[in-house]
């Protein structure tokens, strides 16, 4: 929820009230240039005591709510049966309106089971965009990812409401094109995380959903920021301001054979699952569930965070939750743009992403301009980003670099976490560093691992630029902060 304040200026306004809170260290400059070269120069390597906000993601980083964590303590450990999952099957029945549910122990397993269970070689999977684990699972079945984005979802400074919309008529032509047969399923993911955590509208699907069911091909959501995709369909497609989120979600689900989410994410716990309405598909991935994670009533994860998912789905139907990362996010981009900083537009779902070829035009892709800013930006701030560019993406076949669509450090804003003055704080580190952004240079890998290469990848920067950085930081700053 935004507030107008009597001067005139609107703020998101924190629709909760802090109860639990964890210490956080800001560690001096100096300190943050030997944490971030002991990390080989990749912010996943970081150790939080080394971190002042963690931003790196929104990935079971959180705040649940007191009924989320009261409910953990009713937990029924069993293995079989226990009625924590039927309270987690009850609640994705009352929201989503599935039948089944299949509980994982978090979003990548589902991708898991359901490439397992649906994709051979030589098929193709179409999709708005690609998530990285998503892709991954795929091409280990011998199936290719289509992305089928519009023309609008690569303009980093764009004002379509929709950059998450697929193509429809670029639909129509890969199933003409390979046959309906070699089209195991078609995936939607809301608020695609990759290009800006951008929504898709209603309409967008249900065009989808047609295309796909002409040729009896399911239609897959992966909803795991489904939430947020309601929200902001309610903020922006006509039709939706006076619908609720759950009547929206409900829509939403209409058009769905096949829905799985992380739970870390929209729903503030840890874990994911699968859920779907037919008999057929149920039958094809159940069996695999005990293979790889565990008896179908428990999935691999704690009860515990069986329970919290159960109430954190029924939670992502209130308007103030499912609005609480989206309006802070809006905040700190339109925060951001104010002080001349290229965040990417318009303000997504999970996070402030910052388009690095605008920041930093001076290295080339092949220099990681993205990892370079993330990692950057923890040297003039403490502030934890993700790179989500070509250092995300994994090098062909032959070995070479595949540059990345999109150049982006992804500051995300876990849900009820962050306040006020810490989303200012990292708004003024980043327009500092954007003053100063001719010091940053490239990166060069020193480390590369076979597969998700950004995960455990070790870098270095050209030139020893991050020394150089730390000392105009301290001219302006002292050695304290
Ligand atoms: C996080 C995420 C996943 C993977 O989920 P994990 O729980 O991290 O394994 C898949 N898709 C999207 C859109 C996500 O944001």
Redesign the pocket.
Known sequence: MYVRLSDGREIPMEMHKVRIVQKTNLPPAAQRLAAMEGAGYNTFLLRTRDVFLDMLTD?GTNAMSDNQLGAMMVADDAYAGSESFYRLQDAVKEVLGFEHTLPVH???AAENLLSKAFVKPGDVVPMNYH?T??KAHIDLNGGQVLELYTDEAMKTDGTHPFRGNMDVQKLKETIAEYGAEHVPFVRM?ATT?LIGGQPFSMANLREVKAVAATHGIPLVF?G??ISENAFLIRQREAGYADKSIGEIMAELMSCVDIFYM?G??SAAARG?LIATSSEEYYGRILPWLPVYEGFATYGGMSTKEVEAMAVGIREMTDLDTAGSGVEFVRYFVERLVARGVPAVTPPGGLAAHVDAMRFLPHIPQEEYPAGALATSIYLASGVRSMERGTVSTDPDESGKDVLADLELARLAVPRRVYTMSQIEYAVDRLAWLYAHRHLVKGLKFAHQPPVLRFFFGRLAPLEDWGRELVRAFEADFGTEC
Do not use: A, H, V
């Open positions: 990935s978090q979003g990548r998530f684990t998503t993911e995380n992966d795991s920021l992380s870390r994410k994911g």
